[in-house]
């Protein structure tokens, strides 16, 4: 079967995938148009593009996807005609090309009011990569930025100027924000939370036209006579299906456009499919991705030959965060349902507001509406849609929640198999429950496998409840134990040792564990006890719980010889140091190189030498770099401001500063850091555990991301922070991280593992809804304040020096330890290199 | 810590005293040409093991984590954290991987080795 696809947007590409899953798709010949440059990204997260992510990140194609055979992905080449009697499609650039069945998948396109003015220079869309880019030029130079139209676009967008740094406003025609998702209290609420971040917001305003401005570009008249000076414009006022490629085609299509298709997402032309944006269902058009992607399901199953697949109108309930506000609708919001009933619950000093629709007999939720805290979104909307019985007193579920009274929620057990979880990405409460009995028993490998709530989000305590229902169904314990001498998690150990005040590794296991411990235990143990305590970590007591990187306070290598990477805050260091460094290499005879993270690593230091090395060191001013330990790596930084002439902040002053306040800190694993002087990022800060980038205004604060084997990209946890506020977050931070983290556990994977994700982080972090803020800091505080160099520590302590050597009971260096030179420096020798030299010393 | 049969024994030399050890960790000896890594447990018993990883071939097995596994004495290596049984030198991970044992004892605050 040859099957062209006209767009690869998000769902054209979905269109694909289910296709191509299937026998029939996987033999068929497919060719897809894209007039855009890339294929499909997520335009869902479009105003990520401006916090950092960039058109990599958006991307939504799995890796070698269009490499399939048979897969033909033309980019930059739009179709331009349908001979629907030929069965041919005419593209810009590569002629005419048959198919044997059509998919429109074209979307849509941003409407524009037509007012006098609309075109001139400094007016834009908000619809692509390309848009953005636009915006983003433009913003450069102008002062303010407008917005119109309040739907959840405009929102988006109004967003995005403000992190451009524009003054910015939202002019909106209807007489409040959200009109289709939001009822007037709500919409009045939002407003109210959207003007507190500096966005001013005009409603009931009908743009007349747009001229001439005195202060700025743009003059915005408005018919009731008042006035709006701007420099940029963003037209967000809604979207239009993309119909053109099918009306000249002479298929059906709708009074106010849209391609009319069936339940089975066919167009009045059987051999032509319709999906998204562009489609026209039943008279109605989803502007929303997750109607999308089912139509996408439907028709691929179509075109696969399961006649039985059918579109049959998809929920258009949503949750979202606009600026940091929560807000959701579901279902009936407005309850137009006849006899609907509402229950209301406002708070305008905590800026919440809550309604339920329900029906006339009280018996079923019909509807909601959530602002200033959605938690609750999950489960109304699988109450909604099953329908579920109402509780006997509805008005719980919107109540906050009474001391010592657990929340009434749903109880998922409730739930039908076939309840939608994850509407985004289709999931159903079934298919969690088959991959919680094929084995994800953790939250991070449920949404690893099932792919539920990884777009949205707004499912994810939902997710975590059915997992923690099905576990305790299986009677599966759920064990998240040390090892066999500890029958708790790493948290739970952390809690038992500062709540008890346990000082020692013999402490610990006598009251919480059995048996000698291990070489997953005792590490654990110790760093447990360096976060609490922060004694050092070569105390006979200590010692022995050590790995062999921190009893000898430097890296193994495979020789059995040690690497030595002294610290060097933020990369920066002086002629004189980098002399010493060479010196003292030269004098040992250490390799040497530099680290990815901007250290010097000197290898080859036998044991023995260690000590002597460590003098010189100590001796030229150098510390401990603890590359050795579950602690503080480095901190990266460009140069900025100082020298750079892009650079907006001292990037280097504030790594240095970082560094040395976090150094030598025991964590549940090694922890890197970065802090680049602008937005160009060339520290890489969004690849590390905590990443700090610079803004005209201060910091924006990133955390949770890795680089190696498993790269992710740090989440924006918090923006244009000033240098005390900054230091009070990271601070936070680290020792939620260090208290909750899992054994060897990096940053990324435990947000993945958290309930509630980084959502969660921040209300620990940034608004300390836990009340532990001023604890966290005073922890840290305790910590900085006890910092040792373990290095200087160690050398002034013979006891602890008598371990640095190879033999007990002899001065003679390990033989087995040879090294031949390589491009001018030594390397460790192969084991046929190593018996000749034996052979030869010997 | 008495001495054990079917050990190759040739001579049994002192290596150190008692307090050179740190308890619940090793050394190596340096014995007749051999390297041994001894350890020291809390109850002041001495155990004795060849040094070298057969893993890695690194002579490191002193520096490893002392420990107990389903119930049995163990060294972890310190490069890629197998296993080595204290009493019988047999890897946990691969029984058929084994580090050679030797007689290890107290005397006084004398700690000897046969190897």
Known sequence: MKLIVVGN?????????????????????????????????????????????????LNVVPAGFFEQPGMNLRLEDAAVAIDRKRKRVRSVRGGELPYDK??????????????????????????????????????????????????????????????????????????????????????????????????TVHTSKNTKEIGDGAACRHRMAFLDGSALETDLIVFSAGIRPRDDLARSAGLAVGERGGIAIDNHCRSSDPDIYAVGECALWSGRIYGLVAPGYQMAEVAARHLAGEAAAQFLGADTSTKLKLMGVDVASVGDAQGTTLNALNYVYTDEAEGVYRKL??????????????????????????????????????????????????????????????????????????????????????????KKHTKASTTCGGCGP???????????????????????????????????????????????????????????????????????????????????LQDTNDRFLANLQKN?????VPRVPAGEITPEKLVVLGKV????????????????????ARVEQLPLIWKDLVDAGFESGHAYGKALRTVKSCVGSTWCRYGVQDSVAMAIRIENRYRGIRSPHKMKMAVSGCARECAEAQGKDVGIIATERGWN??????????????????????????????DRFLLFYIRTGDRLQRTSTWLENLEGGIDYVRKVVCEDTLGIGTELEADMQRLVDSYECEWKKAIGDPEIMKRFRHFVNSDLPDSNVVFVAERGQIRPARESEREEAVVMTT | ??????????????????????????????????????????????????????????????????????????????????????????????????????????DGDTVLVRA
């Open chain 1, 9 to 57: 947007g998000m769902v054209g590409q979905r269109l694909l995938e289910h296709f191509v899953a299937r026998a029939e798709g996987g033999a068929a010949e497919v060719t897809v148009l894209c007039e855009e440059p890339r294929a499909a990204y997520d335009r869902v997260r479009l105003t990520s593009f401006f916090s950092g992510k960039s058109a990599d990140d």
């Open chain 1, 102 to 199: 059509l998919v429109l998948a074209t979307g849509s396109y941003p409407f524009v009011p037509p007012l006098p003015g609309k075109d001139r220079p400094g007016c834009f869309v908000y619809r692509t990569i390309e848009d953005l880019e636009a915006i983003r030029a433009a913003a450069a130079g102008a002062r303010v930025g407008t917005v119109v139209g309040g739907g959840l676009l405009g929102l988006e967008a109004a967003k995005a100027l403000k992190d451009l740094g524009l003054e910015t406003h939202v002019v909106e025609f209807a007489p409040r924000l959200m009109t289709v998702q939001l009822d007037d209290v709500g919409g009045r609420l939002l407003r109210r939370k959207i003007e507190a971040l500096g966005v």
């Open chain 1, 357 to 446: 629709v329900v029906s006339g007999d009280r018996k079923y939720l019909l509807g909601a509406i959530l602002v200033g805290d959605a938690d609750r979104y999950g489960e109304l909307l699988q109450m909604a849609l099953n329908p579920l019985p109402l509780p006997e007193h509805p008005e719980d579920l919107i109540l906050p929640a009474r001391e010592g009274a657990a929340g009434k929620g749903l109880g998922v057990d409730l739930l039908p198999e076939a309840a939608l979880v994850c509407s985004c990405n289709s999931v159903s409460k079934g298919a969690l429950c088959e991959a919680v009995a094929a084995g994800c028993t953790s939250l991070g490998a449920l």
């Open chain 1, 462 to 544: 939902l997710v975590k409840q059915v997992l923690d229902c099905e576990l305790r169904k299986r009677g599966v314990e759920v064990k998240n134990h040390l090892c066999e001498h500890f029958a708790y998690s790493r948290q739970e150990l952390f809690h038992l040792v500062q709540v008890g005040k346990l000082a020692s590794f013999e402490a610990v296991v006598a009251k919480h564990g059995r048996g000698r411990g291990c070489d997953i235990c005792k590490p654990a143990v110790a760093s447990i006890l360096a976060s609490c305590w922060n004694e050092m970590i070569l105390k006979p007591r200590h010692a022995p």
């Open chain 1, 560 to 564: 059995g010889t040690y690497s030595i």
């Open chain 1, 585 to 604: 290499a030269a004098k040992f005879g250490l390799y040497t190189k530099i680290t990815g993270a901007q250290r010097i690593d000197l290898f080859g």
């Open chain 1, 701 to 730: 604060l990133h955390v949770c991301g890795n680089g190696g084997m498993k790269p992710r990209h740090a989440d924006l946890l918090a923006q244009d922070l000033d240098d005390e506020t900054l230091i009070r977050f990271i």
């Open chain 2, 1 to 106: 810590m008495s001495a054990r049969p079917k050990i190759n024994t040739s001579k049994s030399i002192a290596v150190c005293r008692l307090q050179d050890i740190v308890p619940n960790t090793g050394v190596c000896a340096l014995v007749a040409g051999r390297q041994v890594a001894v350890f020291r447990l809390d109850d002041d018993s001495v155990h004795a093991i060849e040094n070298r990883d057969p893993f890695s071939r690194a002579n490191v097995l002193s520096r490893g984590i002392v420990g107990d596994l389903k119930g049995e004495l163990v060294v972890a290596s310190p490069v890629f954290k197998q296993h080595f049984s204290l009493v019988t030198g047999r890897c946990q991970e691969d029984p058929a991987v084994r580090v050679a044992v030797f007689a290890a004892w107290v």
